[in-house]
């Protein structure tokens, strides 16, 4: 059975091809094909990788993220650096959908109903959703007929106890939507699962936080395979310090800052474009810059590494409270996977818990790894990211369980 995969982000159109038969590897596969479209004001990138070895990475003219889509869809059959001969070879279309409220809990084939509710939800992640939205659409176009399975990120988290998710404020926050659900739940996921191959125990007895590092940033406490609390709410900008976004903050900044005729607008785009590592620093949200100039003495650089590294020791402090202690620690996404610096900090104060790093397994590798010392009582973990793998997997679950009913999904 061959899957497509879509994972649509504010910035960037990434897809990936993978195969599955019969059963599936405990180890994430090499996608068959795979295509990733980013953009910016400046320019748009197109880079294109298959099997057989074959790789382009070249500029392209982009009119909207709508047309990224299209282009990976024309690379993916033609070219040198194609992955199907024909577009009718693929059974199935996943896509990796940012928020799904509390009416999705679990990974859903696309209806025409389904798909109407979805859009209800896009106000909550309109960057996200949007383009998600969008993706269905042109999918239907190009591949009539084929089953679309939307897979929720929120959807992990969607256990979590009263406690956990309901906001401090009025009841009727609660009876309108407004609660915390939580995001990266498929990546959390699947890096408990990854965890529990890796270390060879049963989910069941772990309890574990993992921390989603990248330019969203979130934290999860998992105990018995579930999400009992996470550190993003009911938007990706609640919780930690993130590349462009604030994260948590007191909200009274926010009314201050209405009463001096902010306009919603503004707020919004400040929160989520230009505060975190790049309002801080003044150069970069990508942490690789922030360490580099910190390294060379800039010191409003080394401001926003250290409130970085502040706050993420906070919040896994608070996740391991949750669980009562902790078992495993996970380090994943872009600067879970890569940052040596943001690693070494996170856990210098964990010793506590009967922590302990080793500094010479603390390196950059291409394979998931552990960096724990051997007499470290806390495994520490670094475990890529396979967000598409993991959607193919739930694709192929659910087709699995309902072989010969085929959903498409009718945009109207």
């Not at 089953?147 to 309901?166: E, K, L, N, R």
């Not at 990706?236 to 607008?265: A, F, H, N, V, W």
Request: charged fraction near 20%; hydrophobic fraction near 40%.
């Amino acid at each position: 059975m061959k899957i497509l995969v879509l994972n649509s982000g504010s910035s960037s159109q990434k897809c990936a091809l993978y195969e599955i038969a019969d059963s599936i590897s405990d180890h994430p596969p090499a996608p068959l094909w795979q295509g990733k479209v980013e953009w910016s004001e400046r320019d748009s990138k197109i880079e294109l990788r298959n099997a057989q070895g074959a790789a382009l990475s070249t500029s392209i003219p982009l009119e909207s993220p709508a047309r990224a889509l299209e282009c990976l869809l024309d690379a993916l059959s033609h070219g040198d650096v194609r992955g199907v001969s024909s577009l009718s070879e693929i059974a199935v279309v996943g896509h990796r959908f940012v928020h799904g409220g509390s009416e999705f809990r679990a990974p859903t084939r696309i209806s025409a109903s389904i798909l109407e509710s979805l859009r209800r939800f896009a106000v909550f992640a309109p960057l996200h959703n949007q383009a998600e939205l969008e993706g269905v659409e042109i999918i239907a176009r190009h591949l009539e007929g084929v089953p679309q399975i939307a897979v929720f990120d929120t959807a992990f988290h969607s256990q979590m106890p009263p406690a956990s998710y309901v906001y401090p404020g009025p009841h009727e926050w609660l009876e309108r939507g407004i609660r915390r659900y939580g995001f990266h739940g498929i990546n959390h996921q699947y890096c408990s699962e990854r965890t529990v191959q890796l270390l060879d125990r049963n989910l069941a007895s772990l309890r574990i936080v993992t921390c989603h590092l990248g330019s969203g940033c979130s934290l999860a406490a998992i105990r018995d395979g579930h999400s009992v609390d996470t550190t993003m709410g009911f938007t990706p900008l609640e919780g930690l310090m993130m590349s462009t976004r604030s994260g948590s903050i007191d909200p009274g900044i926010l009314t201050y800052l209405m009463r001096q005729k902010c306009s919603p607008d503004e707020l919004d785009e400040a929160l989520n474009t230009k505060s975190g590592l790049l309002g801080i620093s003044g150069i970069s949200g990508d942490m690789r810059d922030i360490v580099s100039a910190m390294k060379q003495g800039n010191e409003r650089a080394r401001l926003a590494f250290e409130i970085f590294v502040h706050r993420l020791r906070r919040e896994i402090g608070a996740m391991i409270s949750m669980l009562g202690g902790i078992d495993a620690l996970v380090f994943t996404a872009g600067i879970g996977e890569n940052s040596v610096e943001v690693r070494a900090a996170a856990c210098e104060n964990l010793s506590y818990t009967g922590l302990k790093l080793d500094g010479e397994k603390n390196a950059p590798s291409a394979d998931d790894h552990e960096i724990s010392a051997s007499d470290s009582a806390v495994r520490v973990l670094v475990i890529h990211a396979q967000e598409e793998w993991a959607i193919a997997r739930e694709c192929w679950r659910l087709l699995s369980s309902t072989s010969g009913n085929r959903v498409s999904a009718t945009v109207s």
